[in-house]
């Protein structure tokens, strides 16, 4: 990875008073970043896994996809505040340059929050090496809702995404 790669800087913390589950991806693509949403890439699939398996529909504005977040129980942020990077891919993030956000800082501003879900390979692995201290949480490892993850077909991807929505009942 060059040195040269634009050093990338995450979002806050969408999370509300009741939150009790945690969604955490990798790092906001270059759709993301331009558009300062999470998961703005129009393929991104993760706003109709989560209206799908919540059994909500799928709101059409941002904020009112923030506020489904927050009134079902679900906080999103990403692992990673910033990093260097070239593109989107989380393969292209230089090592070297990883700066955590302060997960547990989070955990214990909010303690109904019993669950930390990961959306890809590489939001789990680098929460599993960058916070072992909270290697007792619960945690599911999600396949990535990313257009890069085509090999996951929605309905496999969906039912993946399910404990989500049943760790809320």
């Not at 800082?105 to 109904?112: D, M, S, V």
């Not at 007792?136 to 993946?160: G, I, K, M, V, Y």
């Amino acid at each position: 990875m060059s040195q040269t790669a634009e050093l990338v800087q995450g979002f806050p913390p969408v999370v509300g008073s009741g939150a009790r589950v945690l969604i955490l991806g990798s790092m906001p693509g270059v759709a993301s970043l331009e558009a300062a949403q999470y998961y703005a890439h129009p393929r991104n699939r993760f706003w109709p896994v989560i209206a799908d398996v919540l059994e909500e529909p799928l709101p059409n504005n941002y904020a009112d996809r923030l506020a489904l977040l927050r009134r079902r129980g679900i906080a999103l942020w990403d692992v990673l505040g910033a990093c260097r990077r070239g593109g989107s891919l989380d393969s292209a993030i230089d090592p070297t340059s990883l700066r955590p956000n302060p997960i547990p800082e989070l955990l214990a501003t909010h303690p109904g929050i019993a669950l930390i879900a990961t959306n890809g390979g590489f939001a789990s692995r680098t929460f599993e090496k960058t916070f072992p201290q909270l290697r007792d949480r619960r945690h599911l490892r999600l396949p990535s809702t990313s257009p890069a993850n085509a090999r996951w077909q929605w309905d496999r991807l969906r039912a993946a995404w399910q404990p989500v929505a049943d760790s809320l009942s």
